[in-house]
């Protein structure tokens, strides 16, 4: 776990994630908290682990998710050698 992130105001931030019941809430929630902007790039962000869990290429990622290859290599860096968080959801979302 990344320590400069690890303050009260991050813990009361997924506190409150955690809190949230079902989708809607979390349209809700997310809709006040992000800009429309911010909320796209880290559903893309998701969806590039995914496809590179799926062993999509680069190039089928960039075209279906519109994602630049320094994303995607970000998100590809996380996979690898980051702290597991996309591993962690993906399997529990059935994509091992």
């Not at 994303?71 to 590809?76: A, E």
């Amino acid at each position: 776990m990344n320590k400069k992130i690890k303050t009260e105001s991050v813990d009361a931030l997924f506190d409150a994630v955690l809190s949230l019941k079902n989708r809607e809430e979390c349209y809700l929630f997310f809709e006040d908290l992000c800009t429309v902007n911010e909320l796209l790039s880290l559903s893309q962000r998701y969806e590039v682990a995914s496809m590179l869990k799926d062993h999509k290429t680069y190039l089928e990622i960039a075209e279906k998710t519109g994602a630049s290859t320094a994303t995607i290599s970000r998100v590809n860096r996380s996979l690898n050698y980051g702290n597991d968080g996309y591993e962690l959801v993906l399997s529990r979302m059935g994509k091992n």
